[in-house]
C-alpha cells in the first residue's frame, strides 16, 4: 500500500532531513505535499529526483492526506495539527507543543512502541526530545534487565538542534576567529565559537531550563515510570551535528559492565563503540548522518552500590527527530493503518 504523506516546516533542517529519512528508508509514498510558512512559497525541494513545489501551510492543506509529519515549530503545531488530524491525516508532531498531553502518545519505537497505539485518541503522535530520545534508546535494555532508580545525564549538544542560523552562526564565528576579525553574537547569549554554554532554551523557576526538564518528564512519561529519579544539565558546545551525553544511571540491582556492553551489542537501535585503549568511542563527528545511537565508555560506578556510567552520541537531526518520526510512521504503517 502507498500512502500520501505531507511534511509541515519542509524547508527547517528537521524538515530536509525528514525528506532525506523518507528517501533512504524508501517509504511507500504516493504523494509528497510539502508545506511552509509565506517566505518559501515557490521553492522546490528534491524527492526521488523530483523538484516538488512548497505549498503554504494552511487548515486546508491536509485534505487526502495519510500521514503528516510536522517539524515547524510548537507554535504552527498547535495551530494546524488538530486540523490536519481533523481532515484525516495522522500527525507526527516533532515539537514540544503536545508531548506531555496526557491523551497524547510520545514514542521511540525501540523503547515504547506500543503507546503507538493510543494515536486514535486525537490522531496525534508526539517525538520526544531530540536529548531524551537518545538516553532512552540506549537506557531501555538496562531498564528491562535490571530496573533504573536515577538517572543523572549532561549533555553536550550541537549547534544544528537550534536550527540552520545556529550553524551558521557557529561557522561565522570560527572563521571571524581564524581571520583575527571580531564575532558576531546573535542566536545565542554569548559567543558559542570554543565555548560551553549551559543553557538550552529558557530558565524556569526552579532553576532549570525547559530542556533539562523536558529530559525529566519526558522520560517518566516514554517509561511510564513517574518515580524514576532524573537529573539534567543540557549544555550547547561548539559541534555541528550530534548531541553527546554522560550518563550515570543507579540501577535496581546489580549489573556488570561487562553484561552492559553483552545487552547494548544487540540492543535494537545501538552500536555498541567500546574499545577505549584502542580510541575507540562514540563520537559526534562518527554519528553525523547515521541512524545509530551510539555507546561506550561503558563502566561501573562504584560510589554507589549499583551503578553504571555511559557515553552515548547521536545525530539529533536524525534519530533525535527526523528519523525517530518516520520509524513511528513506519510502525504506523505495518501495524495500524
Ligand atoms: C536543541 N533539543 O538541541 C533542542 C531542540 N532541538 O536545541
Redesign the pocket.
Known amino acids: 500500500k502507498e500512502y500520501a504523506v505531507a511534511v509541515a516546516g519542509a524547508t527547517g533542517a528537521v524538515g530536509g532531513a525528514m525528506l532525506d529519512v523518507l528517501e533512504r528508508r524508501n517509504f511507500p509514498i504516493k504523494e509528497l505535499r510539502l508545506l511552509a510558512s509565506e517566505r518559501s512559497i515557490g521553492r522546490k525541494l528534491t524527492f526521488r529526483g523530483e523538484q516538488i513545489p512548497v505549498q503554504l501551510l494552511t487548515k486546508d492543506a491536509f485534505k487526502g492526506i495519510d500521514i503528516a509529519l510536522f517539524s515547524a515549530g510548537g507554535d504552527r503545531s498547535l495551530e494546524f495539527a488538530p486540523a490536519a488530524a481533523a481532515a484525516g491525516a495522522i500527525v507526527v508532531d516533532n515539537s514540544s507543543a503536545f508531548r506531555m498531553d496526557p491523551e497524547i502518545p510520545l514514542v521511540v519505537p525501540e523503547v515504547n512502541p506500543h503507546a503507538i497505539a493510543q494515536y486514535t485518541r486525537r490522531g496525534i503522535i508526539a517525538n520526544p526530545?531530540?536529548?531524551t530520545i537518545q538516553m532512552l534508546v540506549a537506557l531501555k535494555p538496562i531498564y528491562d534487565k535490571v530496573g533504573i532508580k536515577r538517572i543523572v545525564v549532561s549533555t553536550y549538544?550541537?549547534v544544528s538542534?537550534?536550527g540552520t542560523k545556529a550553524i551558521l552562526e557557529l561557522k561565522n564565528q570560527i572563521m571571524a576567529y581564524a581571520a583575527d576579525k571580531p564575532m558576531e553574537v546573535k542566536v545565542y547569549p554569548h559567543q558559542i565559537a570554543f565555548n560551553c554554554l549551559p543553557q538550552?532554551?529558557s530558565f524556569l523557576d526552579n532553576g532549570y531550563t525547559k530542556?533539562e526538564m523536558?529530559m525529566v518528564n519526558e522520560t517518566r512519561k516514554i517509561f511510564e515510570d513517574p518515580a524514576i529519579g532524573v537529573t539534567a544539565t543540557t549544555v550547547?558546545v561548539p559541534v555541528f551535528y550530534g548531541?553527546s551525553e554522560s550518563i550515570n544511571v543507579e540501577t535496581g540491582s546489580k549489573i556488570s559492565a561487562e553484561e552492559v556492553k553483552r545487552l547494548l551489542a544487540t540492543a535494537p537501535g545501538v552500536r555498541l563503540v567500546d574499545e577505549p585503549k584502542q580510541g575507540l568511542y562514540p563520537l559526534a563527528t562518527d554519528c553525523a548522518g547515521n541512524f545509530e545511537t551510539l555507546v561506550g565508555r561503558i563502566r561501573e560506578d562504584d560510589s554507589i552500590a549499583n551503578g553504571i556510567n555511559l557515553w552515548v552520541v547521536a545525530d539529533?537531526i536524525l534519530k533525535?527527530?527526523a528519523l525517530n518520526a518516520v520509524q513511528i510512521a513506519e510502525k504506523l504503517t505495518a501495524d495500524y493503518i
Open positions: 526530545n531530540c536529548s549538544q550541537a538542534g537550534t538550552i532554551d530542556e523536558k550547547r548531541h539529533n533525535g527527530a
